[in-house]
């Protein structure tokens, strides 16, 4: 094969990382590997989605400002408008801050972002497709943060952003607030992004730490709560910073049928959503309580939709055993070290979760 005739002009980071691809699946296998929610919307909801949706021009471009969900979003925040990134997903939103606050500080050789580990993999692969480094700050023992690790990372590294998801993807504990804030105060000189993509299962949300301090903002998305298909998530920041970030925003990159659907889930469609949130929250307890049953297996506390499962041996082999009995989950055994044994379980439906009890008493 000939040499590639383009290597010499790829960014080396680019080395460094793969293609995000979900796990393979055979057809009707049991999918809890995706944090998404267990079931569709009601046929009532989705006729009257679909009325919605079929009235819209197609042939226009959609509103590039998203100017009716800016305004619903930013009331149900009590934002300013101006205070809204929209993204197609928050995937999205942080590629838009990273390339923003892509700036080295002075007397550094790049700049860098700040993260748990284990969290989130789009913090380290936006910033390493935007030749920022990514620093991962390891969770204490208990899968908390550890403050002084991160006034640490922050005096060493200066960063642009530090994100903070909580509940954290894939632990699904709620963070300690007084930890989050003692982060907040050693980062003065950062945006410190508190993500929020599981708050609804959690009840909670952190506005008030972006009204108590000026260099924090926020991340909500759709697609945890049923919304998955329609890719609309944004940050809630500072005005100046987000008037900056949206000049980095491609025209257009919230499309007008995902604007329109996600007007109608935070209005008419919204009790649907929330009846489908407690669904999840009340079915939680029971699948943490079945898990734990099996022998050798542990659950951690979860504020999310998904459980943070650890199992004897080699979590990589037991979730080929799941696979085959028809049962996805996500496993981190090639991360290593106390990941090794660690399996992230989404809450699904009754029978979802039935399958995955009986198929992981099998498998184990």
């Known amino acids: 094969m000939d040499p590639d005739p383009f290597a010499e ?39 009257r989605l679909a009325e919605e949706l079929a009235s819209l021009d197609l042939h226009r471009y959609p509103d590039v400002r998203a100017k009716r969900l800016r305004e619903l979003v930013a009331e149900r925040e009590g934002a300013h408008p101006d205070q809204l990134v929209f993204g ?24 860098s972002v700040l993260f748990p580990h284990p969290t989130f993999v789009m913090f380290r692969l936006s ?19 550890d403050p002084d690790a991160f006034a640490r990372a922050c005096a060493q590294h200066r960063p642009g952003a530090i994100f903070l998801p909580s509940p ?16 907040i105060q050693h980062a003065r000189g950062s ?50 910073l987000a008037r900056a970030v949206e000049k980095v925003r ?8 995902s ?19 407690q669904e999840v929250i009340d079915a939680r307890e029971r699948l943490s309580a079945a898990l734990s049953a099996l022998p050798g297996v542990t659950v951690h506390p979860s504020q999310a939709n998904f459980l943070w499962v650890e199992v004897p041996g080699d979590a990589g082999a037991i979730f080929r055993a799941l696979l085959a009995r028809g049962v996805v989950v996500r496993s981190f055994h090639q991360a290593g070290g106390r990941l090794a044994g660690c ?3 989404t809450i699904g439906t009754a029978d979802d979760n039935a399958a995955l009890v009986t198929a992981l008493r099998a498998s184990l």
């Open 127 to 145: 910033a390493l497709s935007h030749g920022v480094t990514p620093v991962p700050v390891p969770l204490d023992p208990r899968w908390n943060l």
């Open 259 to 277: 604007q329109r659907a996600a007007e109608l889930y935070l209005t008419e469609l919204a009790p649907s959503l929330e009846g489908m949130v």
């Open 88 to 111: 197609s997903g928050t995937d999205e939103v942080i590629t838009f801050l990273i390339n923003a606050l892509a700036r080295p500080p002075e007397g550094l050789p790049s700049a």
């Open 191 to 240: 945006l410190v992004i508190l993500d929020e993509a599981y708050g609804p299962y959690a009840r909670t949300n952190y506005r008030h730490l972006a009204h108590k301090y000026p260099h924090v903002g926020r991340l909500q998305t759709l697609s945890k709560v049923g919304g998955a298909a329609l890719r609309v998530g944004w940050a809630v920041l500072p005005v100046a």
């Open 250 to 257: 491609p025209p257009y990159n919230v499309n007008a049928l």
């Open 343 to 345: 399996l992230r379980v």
């Open 168 to 183: 954290n993807n894939p632990t699904g504990n709620l963070f300690p607030e007084h930890q989050l804030e003692a982060v």
């Open 9 to 47: 002009h790829l960014r080396p980071e680019l080395s460094l990382l793969s293609a995000y691809l979900p796990a393979e699946a055979p057809p009707g296998a049991v999918r809890l590997d995706a944090n998404e929610a267990p079931r569709s919307l009601p046929p009532d909801a989705r006729r």
